[in-house]
């Protein structure tokens, strides 16, 4: 690789949950009930997420994209902004037949800067990135499910291309206004290479006749390009599937790089309904109505990876993200004061541990076990080197213990946190993978992740005689990076019965 990238790594998140384990769902078989829960222990357990396990027929569904530093730059020709939504109730029509009631038109979805929408901050009409954080709100709207607890509205596929033309200065320097500087460490073929993609959707239809599956099945999708000007090089897919009244949604992915293209990431995030979600600095929309917190959660998920994506490929099971001050007080959209946060579980068998008693710069100050015992990353007999791909710390921490690295300063609209983890037998009282191919192609399982119990025990930065931050997730996601890659590389995997279970009321 030409560039020198190994420090700056980027990661965005998605996040999805799933759970219902120890719950009994009821839902009636047309959709628009509103799951019941029975608990069936004494600890309360419930679902934070609006379609528990993604059983629900009546599908909520969005489109985002992002560019390097999480905005829109500019607009793709005749696209659109960025954000777009699949949201529809199912009414039946007779024995075995129905009707899919769509909320969101494809008007809705090509509005553009300069089109108006109620409810639009003039502010923002003539602004492309401010328009499209709008325009999530206002889907969000169309598509909102408002039962007797917090409203939600959808399931969101994020889109992100990794190319930053650093001559531009438009990505942010850890949340200050950055200065241009000379290509070489990021790619980009040159100008416009931070271009929003070709997108296409397919709204969701009833095919009566589908081959496969007897009985109704319905089907939709977002698909695209982010080559311009013809020549479908690289490529984004994502569609959806269920049976109407059986089972749940299932979602296929695809992501191809290319020449132009190299770094790509594409997930399926469970955020949060309001506020912040992770890496994104504006308010959002999505599906977590309770906002999971360490330790009392737990994620459920089903993940059949197809094709990996190449040695690249760093395919996130389970990518968290959230957003806390160095002095561990909430985000509140200072920019210059708040941190994205982000630890993710990579499952692909190629991507080695860069933390090493060699380097450790790559690994967080310390380990904690399961039963609480801090283990020195120096602590050469003990310290699990291989759980740790990559640590990075926020590039505005003022006492981080050396040696450390810092996290890429211009792929969040602020500074950003990473902790990367690889399997390891010492992940596996939290049920996360724990040899190198759990999970991968040919494995494909369903994974019931105490994501709460093991992010309660990594180590994030701050400063030194601070309260400890809340660990409050805003984002929970599935999916993959392709970082960087010198040849055209294509993933492709399912994910379904995604949940996301609060174990215990605050
Ligand atoms: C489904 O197949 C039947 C019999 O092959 C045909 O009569 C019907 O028109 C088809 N329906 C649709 C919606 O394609
Ligand atoms: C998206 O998929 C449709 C139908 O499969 C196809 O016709 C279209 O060309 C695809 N769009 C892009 C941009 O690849
Ligand atoms: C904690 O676990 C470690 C290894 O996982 C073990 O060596 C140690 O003895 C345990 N400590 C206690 C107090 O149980
Ligand atoms: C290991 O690191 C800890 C924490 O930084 C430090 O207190 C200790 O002195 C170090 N031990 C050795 C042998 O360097």
């Known amino acids: 690789m030409i560039l020198n990238l190994t420090t700056y790594l980027m990661m965005t998140s998605s996040l999805m949950a799933n759970m219902h384990l120890l719950i009994t769902t009821f839902a009636l078989a047309i959709t628009g009930f509103e799951p019941v829960y029975s608990k069936v222990t004494s600890e309360p357990v419930f679902s934070a997420v609006g379609d528990p396990g993604m059983k629900r ?5 969005a489109f985002e994209a992002w560019n390097f530093c999480n905005e829109v730059g500019t607009e793709a020709p005749s696209m659109g902004s960025p954000r777009a939504a699949d949201c529809f109730d199912v009414v039946s029509t007779g024995k075995d037949n129905y009707h899919l009631n769509h909320k969101v038109t494809e008007r809705d979805n090509h509005l553009s800067v300069g089109d108006s929408f109620p409810g639009l901050n003039p502010k923002a009409l003539h602004d492309p990135d401010l328009y499209a954080a709008e325009k999530e709100i206002y889907l969000g709207n169309l598509c909102q499910v408002v039962t007797n607890t917090t409203p939600w509205q959808f399931w969101m596929i994020m889109l992100k291309n990794g190319n930053y033309d650093t001559t531009s200065g438009l990505c942010p320097e850890n949340g200050k206004k950055s200065q241009p500087f000379p290509p070489g460490r990021f790619p980009c073929f040159g100008d416009g290479c931070m271009n929003q993609p070709v997108l296409d959707h397919q709204p969701t239809v009833i095919d009566y006749n589908s081959s496969s599956v007897s009985g109704p099945v319905m089907k939709g999708g977002f698909n695209g390009t982010y080559e311009l000007s013809g020549g479908i090089d ?49 308010d959002t929309r999505g599906m977590l109505k309770t906002l999971p917190e360490s330790p009392n959660f737990k994620v459920k998920l089903r993940l059949d990876v197809k094709k990996g994506g190449g040695s690249k490929s760093q395919f996130y099971l389970i990518d968290m993200g959230s957003c806390w001050k160095n002095n561990g007080q909430p985000c509140d959209g200072d920019v210059l004061t708040d941190i994205t946060r982000y630890s993710e579980m990579i499952i692909n068998p190629e991507v080695a541990a860069w933390c090493a008693p060699s380097a450790l710069s790559n690994c967080p100050p310390y380990h904690i076990t399961p039963n609480n015992t801090k283990i020195y990353r120096n602590d050469t007999a003990r310290f699990p080197y291989g759980a740790y791909h990559y640590y990075c710390g926020p590039g505005n921490a003022a006492h981080l213990e050396k040696p450390y690295s810092t996290c890429d300063p211009y792929s969040n609209p602020q500074a950003q946190e990473l902790v990367q983890l690889l399997p390891h037998p010492i992940w596996a009282e939290y049920g996360f993978p724990t040899k190198q191919g759990d999970g991968w192609v040919g494995d494909a399982r369903t994974w019931e992740l105490d994501v709460g119990g093991l992010s309660s025990r990594l180590y994030f930065y701050q400063d030194p005689g601070t309260k400890a931050a809340k660990r409050i997730w805003t984002s929970l996601d599935v999916g993959t990076e392709i970082f960087v890659s010198d040849r055209d590389e294509e993933a492709e995997w399912t994910l379904s019965d995604f949940d996301v279970i609060i174990t215990s009321k605050p």
């Open 57 to 61: 027929d009546g599908l909520r569904v």
């Open 234 to 282: 690289s490529y984004f897919e994502v569609t959806w599937q269920k049976k109407i009244g059986v089972g749940g949604w299932e979602f296929n992915h695809k992501l191809k790089t290319s020449k132009l293209y190299p770094w790509l990431m594409l997930y399926l995030r469970a955020d949060a309904t309001k506020g912040f979600s992770g890496g994104y600095h504006y």
